[in-house]
Structures are given as structure tokens and as C-alpha cells.
């Protein structure tokens, strides 16, 4: 089966792809029948088309952001809209053009001058029409910026924005779709009996529990809300006494604002009074053109009414759905955000302290044994024969942060300080080997790098989507214990006092008394308060047989993917290779190994890659680290 969303040139095929069955389901059934014709509308519907074509969604931020860039450009195109409430985004016919399950997509089919491609991840799809198609509105610049420091201060907005995402996520769900499926949809039955029988039970269970009301519970949001403010405390103080986070306006206007709106209306306000230059910001953007134009009036007037007076879509959804869900306000936490402000300044200005000098000439990477990227960055500073050094970090620091939001994830270039995996990456292949003695692993063809960064996309959304849960609690949550015990367990529960910990002190402690014994001391200690949080055998099983199940299914796509190739993207090694080879070294720790006998083209790969000097030595690197919490078990 081709994947234009890799292969760039190929058309959807005609044949849906085959899922698993799942042995666990709760569905209302279909009739066979009507499923049937649902699965012929959807295949039309997500068939390629001539011309350029958005899949999207209104209500996506990330969609917003690719429509600001066409209508800026004066770029014509057409749209199809994408329901996500039904789960539309992760039918087989929509995974041929993203394998992700996401919106938006962007498809270019005969248009002259422009390669036939099908593009994936907003920030690919922003950088390649950026780069192939002319400016109209934004004078010499640009939106990407081409010097590579300006251009990685864009790109760290960027990862800025997913960390944000990471909170905003469940406030989204709760009270922006949850209201909205609620409106739409008299019951649950109703709802369910629109799901596809093969949906996998992940997404199954999202979709229901959003309905319910029950994704995240008021203890989990309030930790969420922290996270979100703390975020935007960052951005309250870069935007003191600017126009734009850049000089010039940037792709990071178009990155922020489409989020940055959805606040409000998530039950996450952006108050005056706390964030002035925030509220000044996205005042100023308004009246561009694009920003305006970008939102269809009826999403302008949800947003505007979930923002000014949310009880009464709140009220709508509950009166048609016999529910009583309500919604939740994360300002009650702004005060206790605010307050540690200065607490996060003076933890700055010791880790430079602590990192020392740093010259021109050499790279430090913060290194956190149970995370990817850094390795990901000194496998690409050992291929470009740079020089680099590495500071131990707590592995703690990185739980609950699937993105690395907050800056944690950090690499030193002389004075300069980048955080994100996206934009460290290609700027350490920018200003290394500049004399041509080691060859760009970002290639320079629009289109090939529009492909290895959907890879790049692609390993990080399989980490946050399928494999963290599996990999915290066979691997993270054991070295919680090995960490804290009875004589320092002190020394755990005071990180709901740290700054760094107050928006994922509940997650670490979910992870550690998962390995709680009931009875034992420890229980007796910890269990009154934080017992609640321990999972049922019965919910602990069904996730790892569906994540199990959500594994397999990457793997087999990779594998398929891989046949006759030694390399994901050309014929030459890229980033790409890089940054799913490192990810794919942690599988083992959810209990998966890649099989030759199963994935005999992946296995092929993957073997090939670490025959390659530095690529060994990284193996051997996670293997020494990690490798006694790695089982033995097949995929």
C-alpha cells in the first residue's frame, strides 16, 4: 500500500486498510449495511483532489494556522472539513494521508511549479509553502527566518507552543468538545452508535469519557491549569516591551495566536491585569487581516460565547444530554502561579551557574537518562564531528512533559540557550560542519525536509501517543522507587513544593504508587492520601493490551514503509533516520522488541543503522543505562 504522506507522489489507494479486532470493545454496534456505506463516504471524501487542499477542522488551532499562512499568501485553495467528535481524523482512509490521525493536511496535486505532495504537522506545512511559494505581505523577511540562531528562536516557539499543549489538551477536551458532543448528541448511545466498530479503544475511550465529562478529573486539571500559567508567565516576559516575539512579524504570530485565542474559551482566561503584554499582543494581531479572516463566523461566535458566557452552551449540552457536567475554571490557580515567578528566575540564573562556561566552539546537552532527545542531539553533533559535552539531569524533571515543555530539555551553544527537540536539532546541523567536511543532514530540497520532519513528527507523536504509558510504568516508574524509598521518601513528597513539579507532582506520584504493595509500610505511609490514584487491575490490563495493540500497528506501518530502503527519506542518511533510529531504542522498555521474524524490513534497518560507528555507541549507551528494565518479552 502507497502512503502519499510519505511517498509525496502517490494517491490514496482505494482499499481501506484493515485494523486488528479488539477483544475488549464497548460499542453499539452498526449495521453492517450503513457501516459500509460509511466507509465508502469516508474513502471519497479523503480521496486525493487537483488543486490545493486543506483537511481541516474550524475549531483546530493547528488548522487556523495553515489557513492564516494561505489566506496571508493569497494562496487559492479548497477545504474539506474533518469531524473530529465522530473521530473521522483516524478512519483508514484519513491515515493514507496522515498516519498521525491528525488535522490538518495539505494536498498539492497538478499545480504548476509546485511538487505533487501530501503534507502533514502545521509547522511542516507553514516551512514548505514558506519556502516554495513567494511572500505578499511580509515585505524582506520572510516568516521563517534563513539565519540559523533566528531561525531557532522561531523553531523554540514552536516547541514552546506544543509544551503548552500538553495542558491545554484536557482543558480542550473538557470544556470545548465535551460541550460541544453534549449539543450535538442526545445521549452517549447516540454518539457511540456513530463510532466505527474498528476504532481502536484508545480512541474509543477518549471520545466517550469526553462526552462523560470524566477525561481528567478536577485534581488533574488544576495541575494542568499550573502548567498552562506557568507557561505564559514565560511568555508574559519575553513579549515586555515588543511588538513581536521576533523583530519583524514571524511564524511565531501564526504558531501562538490560534492557541493563545482558544484560552478563553477552554476555561483557561488570559487576565488583564496578570498578563498585559499578552493581551496586548493578540489585541495587535486582531486586525490582521489573516487572523480575522482565518476563523468561520460560527466558530468566531462558540469561541466568543464560551469565553464570555460559557453556562449557556454549558446548560444547552446538559438540558439535550441528561447529563450535569460542568465546567472547570483553571484562574483559581493564577494566584499561587504568580506568586513563584521569582522562584523560577532565581532557578535560571543557578542553572547557569551550574553550566559554567561554555565556548563557541563546543555544545552542552542536558542529559536525561529516560528521555530521547538528547540523544537524538549528540548522535547528530557525533555525525557532524562536533564538539559536545553533557550535563547529568534528574530523570524526574522530564515526567508528565511528553514535549519537554518548560524549557527542560536544554542544549548550551556558547552563550546561546536552546530548548526543544525541533528547533536545537536543526540548528546544530546548521552551524556544524559548515565546511563541507560533514555533509547537512537537513536537506536542503523543500520537499525532502518537509518529509523527514513528518518522520520527526511522526517518532514523537508514537512516543506521546502510544508508548509513554507503557514505558513509565514498566521503566520511569521503577526508577522512581530505586530513587525515593522509606529512608528518603521525604525527599519525594516535597517536589509538590518544587516550582518545576507543581504542574506533575500527581502524575510522579501515580507512576510511584503503581508499584506500591498494599500492606507494606510503604502503603501505610502513602496510601490514605495518594491510594486514589492507583489503578484497577482490570483498567491497568485493558491499557496495556491497547497499548500493546497501538504499538504493533506503528510497527507495522514502519515496516511496510521500510521494504527496499535503507534510509527513511532519499538515499542518504537524514535527521530523520536519527530521530526515529534513538526513539525506536526505548521499545524494549514497554515491553515490545522488534522481531525480525515480524518486522524483518524494520529489523533490517535498524541493524544497519547501528552497524554506523556512532549509532553503536548510542545503542550500547541507552542498553547500559536502561537495560535491566527491559524485558524479555515479544512484540
Known sequence: MSHPSIDSTALPADDAEQNGSHSHRKKLLLEKPRAEEINKQLERKFQALKGITLYHSPSSPCSRRVRMVLIDKEIPYQTVEVDLLTGEQIHPAFLKLNPNGKVPVLTIFNIEGLPNCVLYESNVITEFLDTVIPNVHYGEHALYPTDPWER?????????ELGLTDDFSPYMLQNMVGVAQRAAFPSRDALEATLRDDLPEKQRETILQTYDGTYRTEEELSRHAIGCYQSLLELEKA???KDYLMEFFSITEITLYPRLHQLGSAGLPIQRGVFPNINRYL??????GAVRKSEPIKQWVENLTLSMVPGILVKMGNFRSGKKVKRFSGSTVLSSVFQ???QTRTMDREMLKREGEVTEEEFLVHHYSTATEPLQVQLLLMEKGAKFNTMKRGFVEMIGRPHGSGGRFRVRHGNKILTGSRGV????????GVDLTSPALYPKDPLLRAKCQQWQAWEQDFYCQDMVYLLERRVVAQKLHDRYDMTNLDELLALQNDVRFLATFVHIMKLYMSRVVRGTEMWEKLGKTYGHLVEGDAVRVGNVVMYMELIRRRLEYLDKYLKNKEFLV?????????????????????GVHISEKLYPNLAAWMEGLRQRENFGKIAEEVETNLGKFFTTEAS
Not at 152 to 160: H, I, L, R
Not at 283 to 288: A, E, F, I, K, P
Open 152 to 160: 531557532a528562536k522561531v523553531k523554540m516557539w514552536q516547541d514552546w
Open 239 to 241: 513579549l515586555n516591551g
Open 283 to 288: 489585541g495587535n494581531l486582531w486586525y490582521r
Open 340 to 342: 513563584l515567578a521569582n
Open 425 to 432: 536539532l536543526e540548528y546544530v546541523d546548521s552551524v556544524t
Open 570 to 590: 532519499g538515499d542518504m542518511l537524514t535527521f530523520a533516520d536519527i530521530c526515529v533510529f534513538c526513539r525506536l531504542l526505548f521499545l524494549p522498555g514497554t
